[in-house]
């Protein structure tokens, strides 16, 4: 494996010998780079440390990431969307402003960074501020001891975001520092422990941090029922928060004095750089600027980039010329005028949030209804990167059809003052600008200089409204901006204005509807009228884009109805003689969901007594690679360097679901420069597919494809930008085909399934159903879920030159499967292709089959050309080949008795399997298996089918059915509960396993601990006294409900078959006395390599720090099976542990002979005497059996048991929800790694919090994938976390097979994430119960905003226009 040493740096970039706007001719840009590896400040002037780059012909294309990335070979800033979405590209950019002489630190996302727009800046990489080479940053050091890595793929960039926000403020809030972290996403911790790295520093820790009273929010507990923990529980640091380096901001380094001066003395000029299709332009006057306009009218203003740079990237929006304006004063104005504030258009919004709040402080409230409105949008606009990069003026005029702040500048009256050479204009920001109006818009050669916003007067109010689908860092699905102006104290509209972003293509100003309600008095008649006004002006088609269209009309309504009581309180309380009150429990409508500061505690096991102080296991050592992550040090697939020449590989997918190619023209394609070689279906004749179940998988579909996403063939070029440049001419004609399948019920219509059913069934069902009390029916659906792996498919292939070797370096979890695919396609022995993998950035079960197809393509590539290939996916392509979690469609069939018994129960489970097999039917089987989760039925019958549709093959996902099958299960209890009248979780307790009993397919199974975790967490969670809180709670408010839920889990382990859960390791001990640990298992996150060095250490009886892991290889080990199924550390630990004890058990004599010596001592007598210091060890896998024939067998070695339990709030009127609490309880056995197996917990459960909440796939009728990206697709972010997290493990328990009796843990705990969908499931239902709304509830599953919000039916959602189904074509449909 080839690296690349990775120096600290501190980069200033320097752009000279610019060329003028009159002859933009090709000019260079000089780019110094210092490297600073010391931990002081940088002496001015001091070239000791800095090495110079030259960079000749700035490519203004070029964006920060890919130049770091590639030119400068700065790995440690990574790409995971390249679309300002998930902030794994953070950094930190300083700017010098000469007048202010102020330095302005600030985050962005390097992906949407022009290098062209940083002149005079300094960068700031997660290299720049500490390396493991020099000394560790406290930011790098704590996060990692923390425990807030796991795979460490978001590591860097939420140490930049941490580390920017202390530059500015070096004592934060809690709240900053959550704030920072809302653009960054994280697919493996679930956020605690970053958020316990942010905790260490803010001065007060974990709570509010106001005492109030004396009495602070900790003391509070919820819902006034003591919190977990008060009283005698403690709750122990996984960390040693003493040992920690202290932040000292005067060691930080400095901003460099080069740019200082340049920016003080050097004389400013236009720079132009021109690249081989693009000119960028950065004119330094606003003269200039306006010069540069009127030569290029249609070059657009880019100030932050992330609206033209996304167009340009996923929108193929190409601009021949940018102008973008470098430090122009009059664009960064700040005026207080007469009647308003003036603000520059140049402003970033980050700025504008300062000068808002500052001036809300100086001003009396009366002027400032508009300011504190922007205010609360500005703070969950976007993330904290965005904000900072984004400008007020690229915000107005990009007029996105969702902007949050174009609604309230144009309710609040404002105006765009535009310069020209022609002179000056004001024009209004009305609905005219807004529609892009030719004579209201901004000429071609005009600028916004600036924006006045009015001052609100004495009866004036105004207010902002938005739901989105997370609450932070989401753009808004309805936004609405409202004010209204009345006459002196009587109560009578004079002026109305309402506008709405995200229901039209730009934002809505409902003006009609607002003229007709001026005169009228502020009631609930006018209330009424104007409802059906604006539901009639602001009309949505039933198929408009982006769906969602009932949602969206109940929300104009809903939102009104919000400004509605708002106003009338604030009337109340200037006149409360005039106006009445609202109701109290209509009160709720206005505040905010509930919102208390993080906080958790956690109950770990403690060690034995007579385990030896240096025994680590049974410690919560920190992740090995923790401290290379948050350096950035940590090296991933992509971050290897290139391998000269190397080529590039980007893959052609089909657009359509079901055709025949008819013709494919790669002509234009294979015409341009740099590309190679395209590789078709032709090409692989005879090795085109691959057995990885049953039946053969595809490679390439160049005659027929059958789901939009499909492998049509690989371009091969020179470099990365060429070969996706050439893959967009590649021309393809196809020829629709019957049918299209792209739902399960449409596969169910058409008999379309995979081969086989699984079916399980006990008891006599028929028969039970004969004497139950009641039998209920019904089915509930359950989404599918992607993967979101921060580190998107990555794979190098390098042929060795020699005797046909290759390797391939590859972010997989199955290299032995990728090793027989590659060798297969290139009809070679598995013995000339050795598959290694350092580690892997998040995988949870989709870097399998698909991976290993694309490898082999690759491969098939390199081979051909005797050149390494690289692979790397966009997140784009990654979501819309890869697919995810099969969404299911469950029916059941439940018969009971009164008091909640059920005694059969009949259940359907359809999977939507995609067009190729993958693992669908492996994972169908596990649902099946795991169909009864907690509960004893005495009478089961459960069958499973996959359905063969039209889409990409969906493949395993953390959990592998059990998600969905429990989910089922769990809907029909919630449902049997209803009819019986009983509370679900005493219909629950009654049907739960008892001490020993047996499951449907007969294995012996002990309960005691499912018990026990039930009740415990019934008891931690305070249940019963918080269910009557809850209740109270709902009884006193209306439009805001709370809702409780405590669901059980038994999560089988195991992979039903002996073969598969063989492992191998293999251990070296060298002369110094070191040890080398190589096995099968994957590091994806999971921390498997610290646990496998924790095993060696006890076994040997060695330091951990003797021990070394350097990574997986098929050279070393041979033939592991996947990494997966909960069971990595469990079987590679019991081969380390092999393996370690054949070598004591060789080197025994040598150490009672001098037991006294060193392993040095004991290695170099062994040597001498001959023996191997090198052993194998080895696993042949748990007993397991499973005949499907009889229904019978044992395929589960052991159950991991647990309990989960949550409280939300929703809001009736918009469908949001807040997580509260969550007390979770697992009996984890013994645990190796109490911080790891922690995180494997809360990681798992954040994760499946996620799938039943939130994360939404969205597909077109034609089968196209619209959800491609963290932007259109959400999965938790750090607001998601509960504000009160509990997890507590039972006491070790004797699992006498296992790795010391430890429990896997990686998949059970996304089950426990369905507590918080039925959580929100009983807040809905207390509402609709509240409405007299009476009949059964079924919510499918993600219980997503525009699900809460529609089930709570009321007389918004009966006032809105509803379309028959089958009269129009929706925009998306439910796979
Ligand atoms: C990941 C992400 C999340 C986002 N989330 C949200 C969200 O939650 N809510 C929301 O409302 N928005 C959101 N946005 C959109 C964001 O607010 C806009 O992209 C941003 O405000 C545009 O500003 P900019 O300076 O980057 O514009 P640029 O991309 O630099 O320019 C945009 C346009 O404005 C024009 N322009 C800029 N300045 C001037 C000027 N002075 N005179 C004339 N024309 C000018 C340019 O010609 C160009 O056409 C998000 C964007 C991203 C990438
Ligand atoms: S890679 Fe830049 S934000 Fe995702
Ligand atoms: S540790 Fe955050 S994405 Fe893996």
């Keep these: 494996m080839l690296f690349f040493p990775i120096q600290a740096t501190h980069i200033l970039?320097?752009?000279?010998?610019?060329?003028?706007?009159?002859?933009?001719?090709?000019?260079?840009?000089?780019?110094?780079?210092?490297?600073?590896?010391?931990?002081?400040?940088?002496?001015p002037k001091s070239d000791s440390n800095k090495i110079q780059v030259i960079e000749k012909n700035v490519d203004p294309e070029t964006m920060l990431l890919p130049y770091l990335r590639k030119k400068l070979r700065l790995t440690g800033t990574k790409y995971g969307c390249g679309g300002g979405g998930c902030g794994a590209c953070t950094v930190m950019i300083s700017r010098y402003n000469p007048i202010t002489k102020k330095i302005r630190h600030y985050p962005a996302n390097a992906c949407l960074t022009p290098i062209c727009s940083l002149h005079g800046a300094a960068v700031t990489t997660v290299e720049g501020i500490g390396s493991t080479k020099a000394r560790i940053h406290p930011v790098q050091e704590r996060i990692a001891k923390c425990h807030g890595t796991q795979c460490g793929f978001c590591t860097p960039g939420m140490v930049m975001s941490i580390y920017t926000l202390l530059r500015n403020h070096p004592e934060p809030t809690l709240d900053q520092l959550t704030d920072a972290l809302a653009g960054n996403l994280c697919r493996c911790t679930g956020y605690r422990p970053i958020i316990d790295t942010c905790k260490t520093f803010c001065k007060t820790s974990g709570c509010c941090q106001s005492k109030e009273n004396g009495v602070c929010c900790l003391d509070q507990g919820v819902n006034g029922v003591p919190g977990f923990g008060e009283g005698n529980e403690t709750s122990p640091n996984?960390?040693?928060?003493?040992?920690?380096?202290?932040?000292?901001?005067?060691?930080?380094?400095?901003?460099?004095?080069?740019?200082?001066?340049?920016?003080?003395?050097?004389?400013?000029?236009?720079?132009?750089?021109?690249?081989?299709?693009?000119?960028?332009?950065?004119?330094?006057?606003?003269?200039?600027?306006?010069?540069?306009?009127?030569?290029?009218?249609?070059?657009?203003?880019?100030?932050?980039?992330?609206?033209?740079?996304?167009?340009?990237?996923?929108?193929?929006?190409?601009?021949?010329?940018?102008?973008s304006p470098d430090r122009i004063e009059e664009l960064s104005v700040v005026n207080y005028a007469d009647n308003g504030l003036t603000l520059g258009a140049g402003l970033s919004l980050a700025q504008l949030k300062d000068i808002l709040a500052e001036v809300i402080q100086k001003l009396p409230e009366e002027k400032t209804q508009t300011y504190h409105a922007l205010l609360k949008h500005l703070g969950t606009l976007a993330g904290s990167q965005?904000?900072?990069?984004?400008?007020?003026?690229?915000?107005?005029?990009?007029?996105?059809?969702?902007?949050?702040?174009?609604?309230?500048?144009?309710?609040?009256?404002?105006?765009?003052?535009?310069?020209?050479?022609?002179?000056?204009?004001?024009?209004?920001?009305?609905?005219?600008?807004?529609?892009?109006?030719?004579?209201?818009?901004?000429?071609?050669?005009?600028?916004?200089?600036?924006?006045?916003?009015?001052?609100?007067?004495?009866?004036?109010?105004?207010?902002?409204?938005?739901?989105?689908?997370?609450?932070?860092?989401?753009?808004?699905?309805?936004?609405?901006?409202?004010?209204?102006?009345?006459?002196?104290?009587?109560?009578?509209?004079?002026?109305?204005?309402?506008?709405?972003?995200?229901?039209?293509?730009?934002?809505?100003?409902?003006?009609?509807?607002?003229?007709?309600?001026?005169?009228?008095?502020?009631?609930?008649?006018?209330?009424?009228?104007?409802?059906?006004?604006?539901?009639?002006?602001?009309?949505?088609?039933?198929?408009?884009?982006?769906?969602?269209?009932?949602?969206?009309?109940?929300?104009?309504?809903?939102?009104?109805?919000?400004f509605y009581l708002k106003v009338s309180q604030t009337l109340k309380t200037m006149d409360p003689v005039h106006y009445p009150g609202l109701a109290d429990k209509y009160e709720s409508a206005l505040e905010d969901l509930h919102s208390r500061h993080d906080w958790g505690t956690f109950r770990l096991q403690n060690v034995g007594p007579k385990q030896l102080p240096q025994d680590p296991i049974g410690h919560p050592i920190m992740h090995l690679s923790g401290i290379n992550h948050a350096t950035g040090e940590a090296i991933y697939c992509d971050d290897m360097p290139a391998v000269d020449p190397e080529l590039f590989l980007a893959f052609v997918t089909s657009s359509r679901a079901h055709a025949k190619i008819v013709s494919l023209d790669l002509s234009e394609a294979l015409s341009l420069p740099g590309v190679v070689d395209i590789v078709t279906e032709e090409h692989l004749r005879g090795v085109n597919s691959f057995c990885f179940v049953t039946e053969p998988e595809k490679l390439l579909g160049t005659e027929e494809v059958s789901c939009v996403g499909q492998l049509v063939c690989a371009v091969i070029a020179d470099s990365e930008v060429q070969a996706k440049r050439a893959a967009k001419r590649v021309k393809i004609v196809y020829q629709d085909l019957e049918p299209l399948i792209l739902t399960i019920e449409e596969a169910i219509q058409h008999n379309s399934f995979f081969e086989g059913e699984w079916k399980l069934e006990c008891g006599n069902v028929d028969e039970a159903f004969k004497v139950v009390d009641q039998i209920l029916e019904g089915e509930v659906h359950v989404g599918g879920q992607e993967h979101f792996y921060m580190e998107t498919q990555s794979m190098l292939v390098v042929p060795k030159g020699e005797d046909q070797e290759i390797d391939v370096y590859v972010s997989t979890q199955f290299p032995k499967y990728v090793q027989l695919i590659v060798a297969s396609t290139l009809k070679l022995p598995a013995n000339k292709v050795m598959c290694h993998v350092k580690r892997l950035g998040g995988a949870f079960g989709g870097k399998s089959v698909k991976t290993g197809i694309m490898a082999a393509i690759t491969a098939f590539a390199a081979n051909k050309h005797g050149r390494a290939v690289r692979c790397i996916l966009e997140r784009g392509e990654d979501m819309l080949i890869t697919a995810g979690r099969h969404p299911y469609l469950g029916k059941y069939k439940a018969g009971f008795m009164k008091d909640g018994r059920i005694l059969a129960l009949d259940v359907e489970h359809y999977s939507n399997g995609g067009t190729s097999l993958d693992e669908s039917l492996l994972v169908m089987e596990q649902g099946v298996l795991k169909v009864e989760n907690a509960y004893k039925f005495p009478n089961l019958r459960c069958r499973a089918r996959a359905c063969r549709t039209n889409l990409p093959s969906n493949t395993a996902l953390?959990?592998?059915?059990?998600?969905?099958?429990?989910?089922?299960?769990?809907?029909?209890?919630?449902?049997?509960?209803?009819?019986?009248?009983?509370?679900?979780?005493?219909?629950?307790?009654?049907?739960?396993?008892?001490?020993?009993?047996?499951?449907?397919?007969?294995?012996?199974?002990?309960?005691?601990?499912?018990?026990?975790?039930?009740?415990?967490?019934?008891?931690?969670?305070?249940?019963?006294?918080?269910?009557?809180?809850?209740?109270?709670?709902?009884?006193?408010?209306?439009?805001?409900?709370?809702?409780?839920?405590?669901?059980?889990?038994?999560?089988?382990?195991?992979?039903?078959?002996?073969?598969?859960?063989?492992?191998?390791?293999?251990?070296?001990?060298?002369?110094d006395g070191s040890v080398l640990v190589t096995h099968g298992g994957i590091e994806m996150g999971q921390g498997v390599h610290t646990k496998m060095i924790q095993v060696a250490s006890r076994e040997l009886r060695m330091p951990m720090s003797s021990v070394h892991l350097r990574g997986t290889s098929t050279e070393t080990v041979p033939n592991a099976y996947t990494s997966g199924a909960s069971l990595v550390a469990d079987l590679n630990g019991l081969a380390v542990k092999d393996a370690c004890q054949t070598l004591l058990k060789r080197l025994e004599p040598i150490i009672s002979k001098n037991?006294?010596?060193?392993?040095?001592?004991?290695?170099?007598?062994?040597?001498?005497?001959?023996?191997?210091?090198?052993?194998?060890?080895?696993?042949?896998?748990?007993?397991?059996?499973?005949?499907?024939?009889?229904?019978?067998?044992?395929?589960?070695?052991?159950?991991?048991?647990?309990?989960?339990?949550?409280?939300?709030?929703?809001?009736?009127?918009?469908?949001?929800?807040?997580?509260?609490?969550?007390?979770?309880?697992?009996?984890?056995?013994?645990?190796?790694?109490?911080?790891?197996?922690?995180?494997?917990?809360?990681?798992?459960?954040?994760?499946?919090m996620g799938l039943y909440t939130i994360e939404e796939l969205k597909y077109s009728p034609q089968g196209v994938l619209y959800t491609r990206g963290p932007n259109q697709y959400k999965i938790p972010a750090i607001c998601d976390v509960p504000t009160e997290l509990h997890i507590s493990f039972l006491p070790p328990s004797q699992n006498s097979n296992t790795l010391y009796s430890s429990k896997g843990l990686g998949e059970s705990g996304v089950f426990l994430g369905c507590s918080v969908f039925f959580a929100i499931h009983d807040a809905v239902n207390a509402a609709r119960q509240e409405r007299g709304l009476c009949g059964p509830l079924k919510l499918n599953s993600p219980l997503t905003p525009e699900k809460i919000r529609m089930a709570c039916e009321d007389k918004f959602t009966e006032m809105i226009p509803r379309d028959e189904p089958g009269s129009y074509v929706p925009w998306n449909i439910l796979i």
């Design 238 to 323: 996984l960390f040693p928060e003493e040992e920690f380096l202290p932040l000292d901001p005067t060691q930080e380094l400095i901003f460099p004095p080069e740019l200082m001066i340049m920016a003080e003395k050097q004389p400013q000029r236009t720079r132009v750089f021109s690249g081989d299709r693009m000119t960028w332009i950065s004119p330094v006057t606003l003269k200039e600027l306006l010069e540069a306009k009127v030569k290029y009218p249609q070059a657009p203003v880019v100030m932050g980039n992330t609206s033209v740079g996304p167009d340009m990237k996923f929108k193929g929006v190409f601009h021949p010329v940018i102008i």
């Design 1155 to 1248: 037991p006294r010596g060193t392993w040095k001592d004991w290695a170099q007598a062994a040597f001498d005497e001959s023996i191997s210091l090198s052993a194998t060890g080895y696993f042949r896998g748990y007993e397991a059996n499973m005949n499907w024939e009889t229904g019978e067998g044992h395929p589960f070695e052991y159950f991991v048991f647990g309990a989960a339990c949550s409280e939300v709030e929703i809001d009736c009127l918009t469908g949001a929800h807040k997580n509260i609490r969550t007390d979770i309880v697992m009996d984890i056995g013994y645990s190796i790694n109490p911080a790891l197996d922690r995180g494997q917990v809360e990681g798992a459960f954040i994760q499946g």
């Design 13 to 43: 970039f320097l752009h000279e010998n610019g060329a003028s706007v009159d002859s933009p001719s090709p000019s260079y840009a000089i780019i110094k780079i210092s490297f600073s590896c010391k931990w002081h400040k940088l002496k």
């Design 958 to 1071: 953390r959990g592998f059915g059990f998600p969905q099958a429990g989910l089922i299960t769990e809907s029909c209890i919630t449902e049997v509960a209803a009819r019986c009248g009983l509370s679900p979780e005493k219909v629950r307790t009654i049907n739960m396993y008892s001490e020993i009993d047996q499951t449907p397919y007969k294995q012996e199974i002990n309960a005691k601990n499912l018990i026990q975790c039930w009740k415990e967490c019934m008891a931690k969670s305070s249940y019963s006294l918080r269910k009557v809180a809850v209740e109270k709670f709902n009884s006193e408010n209306y439009w805001k409900k709370k809702g409780l839920a405590i669901i059980p889990l038994k999560f089988p382990v195991g992979f039903g078959s002996v073969a598969l859960g063989q492992a191998a390791a293999l251990v070296h001990i060298y002369l």
């Design 386 to 562: 965005i904000r900072n990069m984004a400008s007020l003026g690229g915000h107005i005029v990009s007029r996105h059809l969702d902007s949050d702040l174009n609604p309230l500048l144009a309710v609040g009256n404002c105006t765009l003052n535009l310069l020209s050479k022609e002179g000056e204009r004001q024009i209004p920001l009305n609905e005219q600008f807004l529609k892009k109006c030719p004579r209201a818009d901004l000429k071609p050669e005009e600028i916004l200089v600036s924006v006045n916003i009015p001052y609100s007067r004495k009866w004036e109010f105004v207010s902002a409204f938005r739901q989105a689908q997370r609450q932070q860092n989401a753009l808004a699905i309805v936004n609405s901006g409202m004010r209204v102006f009345f006459g002196e104290g009587d109560g009578v509209i004079r002026e109305l204005s309402i506008a709405y972003g995200g229901v039209g293509p730009t934002t809505v100003c409902a003006k009609n509807s607002c003229q007709k309600l001026i005169g009228r008095p502020w009631n609930e008649e006018m209330l009424d009228a104007a409802c059906r006004l604006l539901l009639d002006e602001v009309s949505l088609p039933a198929g408009a884009p982006g769906g969602q269209v009932e949602f969206k009309r109940t929300l104009i309504v809903s939102f009104l109805f919000k």
